[in-house]
């Protein structure tokens, strides 16, 4: 089944890591996804903070090749958000607010990004997404 969004999705590093790894027990959601965004051009934004978290793991965990793979077949489908300085520092706040040591930095950037642009929906796998507000895809 696929996910259908109005407006563009944050894509999440925990959507893109499932997306990439086909072992993963949420691949095929997320490839639906990912299929059904590709039809739609500007459907998928992230912000640079996301694309260093995401390459890092994949470099780590699968190597370089599918890192190669990653930059050159999937970044250029995500629209990239430069994230500002009132950004990481609002993002900072909203983490030191939550007080929850398993949510990470970056997920709060991504939140105060999310809520600047107006974006509603997150593609990821990350709980936080929907405990902040947003919409997820793929649905759980």
């Known amino acids: 089944m696929t996910a259908t969004f109005g407006g563009p999705a944050f894509v999440d590093t925990s959507a893109l890591i499932a997306l990439i790894d086909a072992d993963d027990d949420r691949h095929a959601a997320t490839?639906?996804?990912?299929?059904?965004?590709?039809?739609?051009?500007?459907?998928?934004?992230?912000?640079?903070?996301?694309?260093?978290?995401?390459?890092?793991?994949?470099?780590?965990?699968?190597?370089l090749t599918t890192l190669q793979r990653f930059v050159t077949d999937m970044l250029p489908a995500i629209t990239?958000?430069?994230?500002?300085?009132?950004?990481?520092?609002?993002?900072l706040a909203v983490l030191l607010a939550e007080r929850r040591r398993r949510l990470s930095w970056v997920d709060c950037v991504s939140f105060v990004v999310?809520?600047?642009?107006?974006v509603v929906t997150a593609f990821a796998l990350d709980e936080h997404f929907e405990q902040q507000g947003f919409t997820v895809v793929p649905a759980a």
């Open 80 to 91: 990239i958000h430069w994230v500002s300085d009132g950004d990481h520092d609002a993002g």
């Open 31 to 63: 490839l639906a996804v990912w299929r059904h965004g590709l039809l739609t051009s500007g459907a998928f934004l992230s912000t640079n903070y996301v694309v260093l978290e995401t390459a890092a793991v994949v470099q780590r965990r699968f190597g």
């Open 114 to 118: 999310m809520r600047r642009l107006g």
